[in-house]
């Protein structure tokens, strides 16, 4: 059945002509030199002030970065990126190292303020805790702008600052934890960001501690031909807690722009990491020119037992989305969770979804993901769920719905399930078939028409998918919260 | 990934290139039949058989297994199929037509082909039709295969097969049999081109037997549903084998029309059963249905593409897998919903059931949905026998190994049941009876 109404009017609101931050920030910036070659890397290195070995690490990424090939399964066609057309490093003048919140350009502040995202720490009135309160790292281009909140939370144990500044404060974390989720030759784009990454953050909470805030970055792309090579590292030791969100924009602009980032996140004992996103990179016109190129590598390695990592994404920008958050279940007991919205409207393409690997005994995953496609867009559920022959007792569940409006869409689902183990149960479906005749009968014996029961059936399940965002951003989530996935297909 | 570098062939693939030198001579074919061979030989140089990089082959590694190819089978000795055919226990004392493909070639002599002309059925030898000045279009491959390894393979050494016509509004009285009889080890490389004409109805048998030592077989079976036509086949894959045995059905369906099919592997190697179903006229049902039941180190195999290229189709596929040992099963369906083939319908379902720890199951059940207002679904769901059920049988007095094959049985039977083919249900049914009966 098509879609409802409801539905079709709340996508429409969130079509890629209605996109609200591609304004410009007008800021002297400077940039490298254009091209990828060891020249860029090195210049990068320096500016960062980066060790030795870091900067060796970046060449090796290059000189394999040299050796592979652009991968094409992916369901996106895009033209051919010229590597050495791009910039790979652009950063405001007024930004030269660490800075306190006063000594920010306020035409940055002003820039965040109009986003959405005050920077300024919140001060405690009259002894009453400010509830919610977040930590922010902001991305503008290149560099990290400020972070927010260090200090308090360095009372607490819990390091949270630029990547930049971790590879040159805390080295030792960096060398041994950089790169151990996500290898250096993972893939083609993880292996570029290896090179040429720019600015991230990097996250330490130390051993028992429950991080006292929401931490949260705002990348924001600004210049023109840059790409932004985003790393943010988190690491979470023996029985800790950190919430971690991620936001991101981008001015309109006519060319495409690359954002290639890789986010590594452990877990050990007993930890739980929770990553959300609220991507709204600029997704192009509604004739399909410019946009971002969003592709992404994030991986969680639960390597501790009984640890947790979760990750939930509401993803409604990029011209092209080539993401796959994914969690290596190696500890025993560790459980994953993906919960992901993604609508595509106008020209925008998805390809995106999860990979579970099963290592550890009695490990668990949950998938749960929607789809909805509208305008002449694209958007591919792609997911692998795999048990290995050690996994025993391995679970997982998943259910991944797409809904389409119009007939120029496309949404397509590709689920890879892979069992090695006889005691793994997986389990695979879509909501369609899903909706209990159980719960039916109870909403209708209760006056609900057939399509009331449906809605507060489905919505309710919607709901669930939000309720996993942390109230900050689950502001931006409202729009989509009452889309109804009415007339989806599996 | 399909990049344009020359391949180091192996020693399978260097075998598969030389036989082809030698047999091209005497394959049958017209001259546009013998410039599509060499295309099809063309494609195994440049991309070797089809491997693990290859998407639709991930799972199935045909190169890896593949070490080494065998000649193609001469032609059997008259004797010898008759000895073939009187050990051969396909369906029992079912009523049936038959038609015999001994290695590789349509044996009219052991063929009801005289009786199947007075129930409105002609038959012709395959080899003979590629002679014809048409006869290239007896070898088209379906859009939705793409560059399939199988199909070139089968196309550049097919050796022969049958042409069977059901005349217009015949609904054939007995069900037909096509055997595959291998007298002697070698390669047997066949194709049959089933037309089921306007309102006619068939039920087709396909059955496979004898030694072909580390020969392939690749059997490739073309139906031609018409429209308001019945066909109903069933392929039983059984019985040992050293070399592949790789199985391709092109469905092509008519408006208001029925399909429905089964492709059961119960044999010992490494099968692979791949369909591509193609909707072209509106109305019309496709059910399809699988079972694999694989120990060993076998590998078994259930691909297939349903293409609702036009509106208002139902598609069901339903799909079983039984695995022990360190068998490995595999499937991979995709339902394609074309813009505008609003109506559809379509549901998929693979289930599995591992019963050893080394067994392996990978399932792909995909969809690309291009068209609105459509209703698919699809499942997957993998594990081991439910211990509870294991339990509760074995708390009212059954024995460990019986409590277990009852439930396999009734695992399996869901979709040998809803395939609702009575006579052929029951010899299935048997014929997993006996296969579980191996391991107790």
């Given at each position: 059945?098509?879609?409802?109404?409801?539905?079709?009017?709340?996508?429409?609101?969130?079509?890629?002509?209605?996109?609200?931050?591609?304004?410009v920030?007008?800021?002297?910036?400077?940039?490298?030199?254009?091209?990828?070659?060891?020249?860029t890397?090195?210049?990068?290195?320096?500016?960062?002030?980066?060790?030795?070995?870091?900067?060796?690490?970046?060449?090796?990424?290059?000189?394999?970065?040299?050796?592979?090939?652009?991968?094409?399964?992916a369901?996106?066609?895009?033209p051919?990126?010229?590597?050495?057309?791009?910039?790979?490093?652009?950063?405001?003048?007024?930004?030269?190292?660490?800075?306190?919140l006063?000594?920010?350009?306020?035409?940055?502040?002003?820039?965040?303020?109009?986003?959405?995202?005050?920077?300024?720490?919140?001060?405690?009135?009259?002894?009453?805790?400010?509830?919610?309160?977040?930590?922010?790292?902001?991305?503008?281009?290149?560099?990290s702008?400020?972070?927010?909140?260090?200090?308090?939370?360095?009372?607490?144990?819990?390091?949270?600052?630029?990547?930049s500044?971790?590879?040159?404060?805390?080295?030792?974390?960096?060398?041994?934890?950089?790169?151990?989720?996500?290898?250096?030759?993972?893939?083609?784009?993880?292996?570029?960001?290896?090179?040429?990454?720019?600015?991230?953050s990097?996250?330490?909470?130390?051993?028992?501690?429950?991080?006292?805030?929401?931490?949260?970055?705002?990348?924001?792309i600004?210049?023109?031909?840059?790409?932004?090579?985003?790393?943010?590292?988190?690491?979470?030791e023996?029985?800790?807690?950190?919430?971690?969100?991620?936001?991101?924009?981008?001015?309109?602009?006519?060319?495409?722009?690359?954002?290639?980032?890789?986010v590594e996140?452990?877990?050990?004992?007993?930890?739980?990491?929770?990553y959300?996103t609220?991507?709204?990179?600029?997704?192009?016109?509604?004739?399909?020119?410019?946009?971002?190129?969003n592709?992404?590598?994030?991986?969680?390695?639960?390597?501790?037992?009984?640890?947790?990592?979760?990750?939930?994404?509401?993803?409604?920008?990029?011209?092209?989305?080539?993401?796959?958050?994914?969690?290596?279940?190696?500890?025993?007991?560790?459980?994953?969770?993906?919960?992901?919205?993604?609508?595509?409207?106008?020209?925008?393409?998805?390809?995106?979804?999860?990979?579970?690997?099963?290592?550890?005994?009695?490990?668990?995953?949950?998938?749960?993901?929607?789809?909805?496609?509208?305008?002449?867009?694209?958007?591919?559920?792609?997911?692998?769920?795999?048990?290995?022959r050690?996994?025993?007792?391995?679970?997982?569940?998943?259910?991944c719905?797409?809904?389409?409006?119009?007939?120029?869409?496309?949404?397509?689902?590709?689920?890879?399930?892979?069992?090695?183990?006889?005691?793994?149960?997986?389990?695979?479906?879509?909501?369609?078939s899903?909706?209990?005749?159980?719960?039916?009968f109870?909403?209708l014996?209760?006056?609900?028409?057939?399509?009331?029961?449906?809605?507060?059936?489905?919505?309710?399940?919607?709901?669930?998918?939000?309720q996993?965002?942390?109230?900050?951003f689950?502001?931006?989530?409202?729009?989509?919260?009452?889309?109804?996935?009415?007339g989806?297909?599996? | 990934?399909?990049?344009n570098?020359?391949?180091?062939h192996t020693?399978?693939?260097?075998?598969?290139m030389?036989?082809?030198?030698?047999?091209?001579?005497e394959?049958?074919?017209?001259?546009?039949?013998?410039?599509?061979?060499?295309?099809?030989?063309?494609?195994?140089?440049?991309?070797g058989?089809?491997?693990?990089?290859?998407?639709?082959?991930?799972?199935?590694?045909l190169?890896?297994?593949m070490?080494?190819?065998?000649?193609?089978?001469?032609?059997?000795?008259?004797?010898?199929?008759?000895?073939?055919?009187s050990?051969?226990?396909?369906?029992?004392?079912?009523?049936?037509?038959?038609i015999?493909?001994?290695?590789?070639?349509?044996r009219?002599?052991?063929?009801?082909?005289?009786?199947?002309?007075?129930?409105?059925?002609?038959?012709?030898?395959?080899?003979?039709?590629?002679?014809a000045?048409?006869?290239?279009?007896?070898?088209?491959?379906?859009?939705?295969?793409?560059?399939?390894?199988?199909?070139?393979?089968?196309?550049?050494?097919?050796?022969?097969?049958?042409?069977?016509?059901?005349?217009?509004?015949?609904?054939?009285s007995?069900?037909?049999?096509?055997?595959?009889?291998?007298?002697s080890?070698?390669?047997?490389?066949?194709?049959?081109?089933?037309?089921?004409?306007e309102?006619?109805?068939?039920?087709?048998?396909?059955?496979?037997?004898?030694?072909?030592?580390?020969?392939?077989?690749?059997?490739?079976f073309?139906?031609?549903?018409?429209?308001?036509?019945?066909?109903?086949?069933?392929?039983?894959?059984?019985?040992?084998?050293?070399?592949?045995?790789?199985?391709?059905?092109?469905a092509?369906?008519?408006?208001?029309?029925?399909f429905?099919?089964l492709?059961?592997?119960a044999?010992?190697?490494?099968?692979?059963?791949?369909q591509f179903?193609?909707?072209?006229?509106?109305?019309?049902?496709?059910?399809?249905?699988?079972?694999?039941?694989?120990?060993?180190?076998?590998?078994?195999?259930?691909?297939?593409?349903?293409?609702?290229?036009?509106p208002?189709?139902?598609?069901?596929?339903y799909?079983?897998?039984v695995?022990?040992?360190?068998?490995?099963?595999?499937?991979?369906?995709?339902?394609?919903?074309?813009?505008?083939?609003?109506?559809?319908?379509?549901?998929?379902?693979?289930?599995?059931?591992?019963?050893?720890?080394?067994?392996?199951?990978?399932?792909k059940?995909?969809?690309e949905?291009?068209?609105?207002d459509?209703?698919?679904?699809?499942?997957?769901?993998?594990?081991?026998?439910?211990?509870?059920?294991?339990?509760?049988?074995?708390?009212?007095?059954?024995?460990?190994?019986?409590?277990?094959?009852?439930?396999?049985?009734?695992?399996?039977?869901?979709?040998?049941?809803?395939?609702?083919?009575e006579?052929?249900?029951?010899?299935?049914?048997?014929?997993v009876?006996?296969?579980?009966?191996?391991?107790?």
């Amino acid at each position: 059945m098509p879609a409802v109404q409801e539905t079709i009017d709340q996508v429409k609101a969130i079509d890629v002509d209605q996109y609200k931050y591609g304004f410009v920030t007008e800021i002297e910036s400077e940039k490298g030199a254009k091209g990828l070659s060891e020249e860029t890397v090195r210049f990068l290195s320096a500016k960062k002030d980066e060790p030795e070995w870091m900067t060796e690490w970046r060449l090796d990424a290059l000189r394999r970065f040299k050796t592979m090939l652009e991968p094409s399964w992916a369901r996106v066609s895009y033209p051919d990126i010229d590597f050495d057309e791009l910039y790979y490093w652009a950063a405001p003048k007024s930004v030269e190292g660490p800075k306190s919140l006063d000594e920010v350009d306020p035409e940055l502040l002003a820039t965040y303020e109009k986003l959405g995202i005050p920077l300024a720490e919140q001060e405690i009135l009259a002894g009453v805790e400010p509830k919610n309160r977040v930590a922010v790292d902001a991305v503008f281009d290149s560099v990290s702008v400020v972070t927010t909140f260090k200090e308090e939370l360095k009372k607490a144990g819990v390091i949270f600052c630029s990547i930049s500044e971790a590879v040159r404060e805390y080295p030792d974390l960096v060398k041994k934890y950089l790169g151990s989720v996500v290898p250096v030759t993972d893939n083609f784009y993880a292996t570029l960001n290896s090179a040429v990454f720019s600015d991230g953050s990097f996250v330490y909470v130390p051993e028992g501690v429950r991080c006292p805030m929401e931490l949260s970055t705002y990348f924001r792309i600004n210049e023109q031909n840059t790409g932004q090579f985003e790393r943010t590292l988190i690491i979470a030791e023996k029985g800790s807690y950190v919430s971690y969100l991620e936001g991101c924009t981008a001015p309109q602009r006519d060319e495409n722009q690359l954002h290639a980032a890789v986010v590594e996140l452990v877990a050990l004992d007993d930890a739980e990491i929770k990553y959300s996103t609220v991507q709204n990179w600029y997704p192009g016109d509604k004739d399909g020119k410019g946009g971002i190129y969003n592709f992404v590598t994030k991986r969680g390695d639960c390597r501790g037992r009984n640890s947790k990592i979760s990750w939930t994404q509401v993803e409604t920008g990029s011209a092209i989305t080539w993401k796959y958050p994914s969690c290596i279940l190696r500890g025993d007991n560790s459980r994953g969770e993906f919960y992901s919205i993604a609508v595509s409207n106008g020209h925008q393409q998805v390809d995106s979804g999860t990979k579970m690997i099963h290592l550890g005994k009695n490990t668990s995953s949950r998938i749960i993901s929607k789809g909805i496609s509208a305008g002449v867009s694209q958007n591919t559920y792609r997911g692998l769920v795999s048990a290995h022959r050690k996994a025993s007792n391995a679970r997982n569940f998943t259910q991944c719905d797409s809904l389409l409006i119009g007939q120029d869409c496309g949404a397509h689902t590709v689920p890879y399930i892979e069992s090695k183990n006889a005691s793994a149960v997986f389990e695979h479906e879509a909501t369609t078939s899903k909706i209990s005749d159980d719960q039916m009968f109870y909403c209708l014996q209760r006056g609900l028409s057939e399509e009331e029961a449906v809605a507060l059936i489905v919505n309710g399940f919607v709901k669930d998918v939000i309720q996993q965002l942390p109230m900050e951003f689950a502001v931006e989530a409202q729009k989509l919260i009452s889309i109804s996935l009415e007339g989806s297909v599996g | 990934m399909n990049a344009n570098t020359t391949i180091t062939h192996t020693q399978g693939e260097t075998q598969l290139m030389a036989r082809f030198e030698t047999v091209r001579e005497e394959l049958a074919g017209s001259v546009s039949v013998d410039a599509l061979r060499s295309a099809a030989a063309a494609q195994l140089r440049q991309a070797g058989l089809p491997h693990r990089r290859v998407e639709e082959y991930k799972y199935s590694d045909l190169r890896a297994f593949m070490k080494s190819a065998a000649p193609l089978a001469t032609p059997s000795a008259a004797p010898d199929i008759e000895a073939a055919l009187s050990a051969l226990d396909s369906y029992g004392d079912l009523e049936r037509h038959r038609i015999v493909i001994a290695n590789g070639s349509y044996r009219a002599e052991f063929s009801d082909a005289a009786a199947l002309a007075e129930d409105g059925v002609t038959v012709a030898d395959f080899s003979a039709a590629l002679t014809a000045d048409d006869g290239a279009q007896l070898l088209a491959t379906p859009r939705t295969a793409g560059q399939d390894g199988l199909l070139a393979l089968n196309t550049a050494f097919v050796q022969g097969g049958v042409v069977v016509d059901v005349r217009a509004g015949t609904t054939v009285s007995k069900p037909i049999e096509i055997v595959h009889v291998a007298t002697s080890e070698g390669a047997q490389v066949t194709r049959c081109r089933i037309a089921v004409g306007e309102g006619a109805g068939l039920r087709l048998l396909e059955t496979f037997t004898g030694d072909m030592g580390s020969g392939e077989l690749n059997a490739v079976f073309d139906y031609a549903v018409g429209d308001r036509a019945k066909l109903a086949s069933t392929r039983l894959i059984a019985g040992a084998a050293a070399g592949p045995r790789l199985l391709t059905t092109i469905a092509t369906i008519g408006a208001d029309a029925e399909f429905k099919s089964l492709g059961f592997i119960a044999g010992p190697g490494f099968a692979r059963n791949q369909q591509f179903v193609n909707f072209t006229g509106e109305h019309s049902d496709a059910k399809i249905y699988g079972v694999s039941m694989a120990r060993g180190t076998s590998l078994a195999d259930q691909t297939l593409i349903v293409d609702h290229a036009v509106p208002h189709c139902n598609s069901r596929e339903y799909f079983k897998t039984v695995l022990d040992d360190s068998a490995r099963g595999v499937y991979q369906g995709r339902i394609n919903v074309a813009p505008h083939a609003q109506k559809t319908d379509g549901e998929m379902m693979t289930q599995a059931l591992l019963l050893s720890e080394e067994a392996e199951m990978a399932n792909k059940p995909e969809l690309e949905i291009f068209a609105d207002d459509v209703v698919c679904a699809h499942g997957a769901t993998s594990g081991q026998i439910d211990e509870e059920l294991l339990f509760y049988l074995r708390a009212r007095g059954i024995p460990e190994d019986e409590a277990q094959t009852l439930l396999i049985m009734a695992f399996l039977s869901e979709a040998i049941e809803e395939f609702d083919e009575e006579d052929v249900t029951e010899v299935l049914e048997a014929r997993v009876r006996d296969w579980l009966a191996v391991k107790n």
